[in-house]
């Protein structure tokens, strides 16, 4: 047996090195299935090095924004993959810790007024794309993570959902209107259930001077071609996080590949895109960021 997998560590000295707790650990193990540890002569669980190093880097998937149940079960390879894509520090954008951290604090205090207040007022002076990428996609990452680890309580994290979908309405109702070069159909596979997000890209592109169309979360196929021919959109684009990535859903694309209009592209968005459309000619955007660039590149 390689000495990398050979059960060793107990759980407390997992527990320290990866920061995730004992009982997280544990549910992992029943629910994912991932840890699975050895056994001492006492029956105490014991893991490899091999699996603290995947732990680690499951670590780095959280932070950047995946949910549990798409990175603990999955194997290595899928995970060595998900992890190279995460965008490097230098090329994120630049957020403000002493935002984030103020932000929290007030979360955590259960002061939902003055929460709105704040988020508002960092809106008004960092701008919408700006606040998108440096403030709301950061601190709802943050956020999570935390909750995942138990630091915060469920509520709170939906506390800050309400909140920042009420700031971007707010920013998009107030932006001008007049002629757009770009009308984008927005949608989302079946089974995300991001909302939030979605709303996210609809603000940056419609920061952008794009016409954007939201016909729900998880249209059928023909709803999505109809809307496209209709309204004469030149993009749909679906919004696809490492969760939704399942035979179904290549299934879905597969059939919209087959009937998308001509003259109309379609771009995948979120952290399954490459993945689930790794073998198309689709345009994939692992990162808001570079979804706003192809936008302004736009001809």
């Known amino acids: 047996m390689d000495e990398t997998e050979e059960p060793q560590f107990p759980i407390s000295v997992v527990e320290q090195e990866t920061g995730i707790s004992k009982e997280l650990l544990r549910m992992w193990e029943r629910r994912y299935a991932f840890p699975v540890p050895g056994r001492d002569a006492a029956g105490n669980r014991l893991y490899s090095r091999a699996q603290i190093d995947r732990l680690h880097r499951i670590n780095q998937l959280l932070a950047a924004g995946y949910r549990p149940g798409a990175v603990v079960g999955a194997d290595a390879q899928k995970i060595d993959n998900l ?3 995460i965008p490097a520090q230098h090329s994120a954008p630049r957020e403000d810790p002493a935002v984030l951290a103020e932000a929290l604090q007030i979360l955590a205090s259960d002061r939902p007024e003055q929460l709105r207040t704040y988020m508002r007022r960092q809106l008004q ?5 700006r606040f998108v990428l440096q403030v709301a996609a950061p601190l709802l990452q943050r956020v999570a993570r935390a909750r995942i680890m138990g630091e915060i309580k469920p509520y709170r994290e939906g ?16 932006l001008p209107g007049g002629e757009t070069r770009l009308r984008v159909l927005l949608a989302s596979f079946p089974g995300e259930g991001r909302t939030l997000e979605l709303q ?14 939201f016909i729900g979360s998880e249209p059928q196929v023909d709803d999505l071609i109809a809307a496209a021919e209709s309204c004469h959109a030149q993009v749909i684009h679906l919004a696809v996080s490492a969760a939704s990535v399942n035979a179904q859903n290549r299934q879905l694309l597969h059939d919209l590949q087959q009937r998308m209009p001509a003259g109309v592209n379609l771009w995948l968005g979120g952290s399954g895109c490459q993945e689930l459309g790794a073998a198309n000619d689709e345009s994939c955007f692992v990162r808001l960021q570079d979804m706003l660039k192809a936008i302004r590149e736009w001809a």
């Open 83 to 85: 992890v190279a894509e």
């Open 125 to 129: 002076q960092e701008g919408l794309p």
């Open 159 to 174: 506390c800050l959902q309400e909140l920042l979908m009420e700031c971007l309405y707010v920013a998009t109702s107030q």
């Open 200 to 213: 996210m890209t609809r603000a940056l592109l419609m920061g952008e001077g794009v016409d954007v169309l």
